[in-house]
């Protein structure tokens, strides 16, 4: 079921069968910066659908769609949230945070075992005075190993 809300200062609508999608328009670009996901019934919505609906909107890729920061309002029915949508690739390797590369899949997380990261931090510690930088560079070097 769905229900049509009107927003004031909304441009854009997107309608599934179970959420309806309002995006503000960003700045000239036509790009969504916060979005509006009204889903009566539902608890809320995955954020891959999320992807797919804005993409088609906005005529994009959803590998290139990124949402993030959806709070849930009280009493549920409706959730707002930030959604950036890049260019190409390139450019959302350069500017999205790593962890959010790592949620998309765009990278893999580096694992580190936790004896390494310790023994570079002690490491790291002891040492004072003007080596101080170049000793935490190499720290942390032998911790990304």
Do not use: Q
Not at 47 to 57: D, F, N, V, W, Y
Not at 76 to 91: A, Q, V
Not at 116 to 136: C, D, M, P, Q, V
């Amino acid at each position: 079921m769905i229900i049509d809300v009107i927003h004031p200062g909304r441009a854009n609508v997107a309608k599934s069968e179970l959420c309806e999608l309002l995006a503000g328009m960003y700045k000239s670009d036509a790009k969504p910066d916060d979005i509006d996901v009204i889903h009566p019934g539902r608890a809320n919505v995955a954020k891959s659908e999320l992807c797919e609906l804005l993409a088609g909107m906005y005529k994009s890729d959803a590998k290139l769609t990124t949402v993030f920061g959806f709070k849930t309002a009280f009493g549920g029915g409706k959730s707002t949230g930030f959604c950036l949508i890049y260019d190409d690739e390139d450019s959302m390797l350069k500017f999205e945070p790593k962890y959010r590369l790592v949620r998309k899949g765009a990278i893999k997380a580096k694992e580190y075992s936790r004896k390494a990261i310790k023994e570079a931090k002690n490491k790291r510690l002891k040492i004072r005075g003007t080596g101080a930088s170049i000793a935490k560079h190499k720290a942390k070097r032998a911790g990304d190993d």
